[in-house]
T-cell receptor, first 116, second 113 residues
Framework: EAGVTQFPSHSVIEKGQTVTLRCDPISGHDNLYWYRRVMGKEIKFLLHFVKESKQDESGMPNNRFLAERTGGTYSTLKVQPAELEDSGVYFC??????????????FGEGSWLTVV | AQSVTQPDIHITVSEGASLELRCNYSYGATPYLFWYVQSPGQGLQLLLKYFSGDTLVQGIKGFEAEFKRSQSSFNLRKPSVHWSDAAEYFCAVGPLYGNKLVFGAGTILRVKS
């Protein structure tokens, strides 16, 4: 079974440009999450999709960040325009519907973003 | 407020020695606790999780963790460390049903040969 896949694995862009990160969750997982870790900080929650709906986007830092999940399958996270402080690792994760044993959240390898 | 503290930013142990990574949490409800590991160039891999039952949980790669409610701790242990265990380890806490995990700052483990 394929895991959570993310693309691109690494991206270097100039300040002011746009970057779009893509995440393909594990097949059959309705829950999709975005997290990020900026340099020297903790991994922080950004938002949570249940299928195509945004369940919780309380962690999105500002309106330069836009996440979508068309059709409830893959998701994109767009940063426009990118700023220096956006540099870091963006993790996508997915989990199945709620279970009595609790959700296990599976993470991808991350998209490493450097804004110069 | 929910928080996770990993007091040790870096730890160095000799190969074959035992390991304990500390994790303390602050959480208002019944916690759901995780340990993840990130090896160089890799993503976050789940080592183990605890949500109820036996307070000593076994994970992959020979790791175990013990939940101590009275101490709000969930320390990770391994009796004999291998060079391949060198990585960054993250403790996380969340609600019983998925959603927003709160992570600690991570502990970088270095293994001396």
């Amino acid at each position: 079974e394929a895991g959570v896949t993310q693309f691109p694995s690494h991206s270097v862009i100039e300040k002011g440009q746009t970057v779009t990160l893509r995440c393909d969750p594990i097949s059959g997982h309705d829950n999709l999450y975005w997290y990020r870790r900026v340099m020297g900080k903790e991994i922080k929650f950004l938002l949570h999709f249940v299928k195509e709906s945004k369940q919780d986007e309380s962690g999105m830092p500002n309106n330069r960040f836009l996440a979508e999940r068309t059709g409830g399958t893959y998701s994109t996270l767009k940063v426009q325009p990118a700023e220096l402080e956006d540099s870091g690792v963006y993790f996508c994760a997915s989990s199945q519907e709620r279970q009595t044993s609790g959700n296990t959240i599976y993470f991808g390898e991350g998209s490493w973003l450097t804004v110069v | 407020a929910q928080s996770v503290t990993q007091p040790d930013i870096h730890i160095t142990v000799s190969e074959g020695a035992s390991l304990e990574l500390r994790c303390n949490y602050s959480y208002g409800a019944t916690p759901y606790l995780f340990w993840y590991v990130q090896s160089p160039g890799q993503g976050l891999q789940l080592l183990l999780k605890y949500f109820s039952g036996d307070t000593l949980v076994q994970g992959i790669k020979g790791f175990e963790a013990e939940f101590k409610r009275s101490q709000s701790s969930f320390n990770l242990r391994k009796p004999s460390v291998h060079w391949s265990d060198a990585a960054e380890y993250f403790c996380a806490v969340g609600p019983l049903y998925g959603n927003k995990l709160v992570f600690g700052a991570g502990t970088i483990l270095r293994v001396k040969s």
